[in-house]
């Protein structure tokens, strides 16, 4: 299947700031982040490593990537242990699924 790029979910649309946050409250809780898209790439796929569990929540390409990156780093930087059992609410799964 080809994919226009015009439907695709744009990464490019966030700068770098936002990324390196992210990424940054991931590293201080001794983890990652993994950036993709979904299968038919329409969707924002991004995995959360933390505490040795993954996770990854997808988010329609359509929405406000900078304010998603930021209340992303806000939810990893304040992670606990305890929390991961429930990282899929605290990352807005929603309809587009978070998978552990």
Partial sequence: MTIKD????????????LFAELIRAAVRKGGAIRFGRSKDGKNFAIGIYAYGQTYTTFRPGTIDLAKWLGQLARTVESLTPEDLGVLGNHVEGGEYGTQG
Avoid: K, R
Wanted: charged share 15%; glycine share 0%; no cysteine.
């Fill in 6 to 17: 015009d439907t695709l979910a744009q990464y490019d649309l966030a700068n770098a700031t």
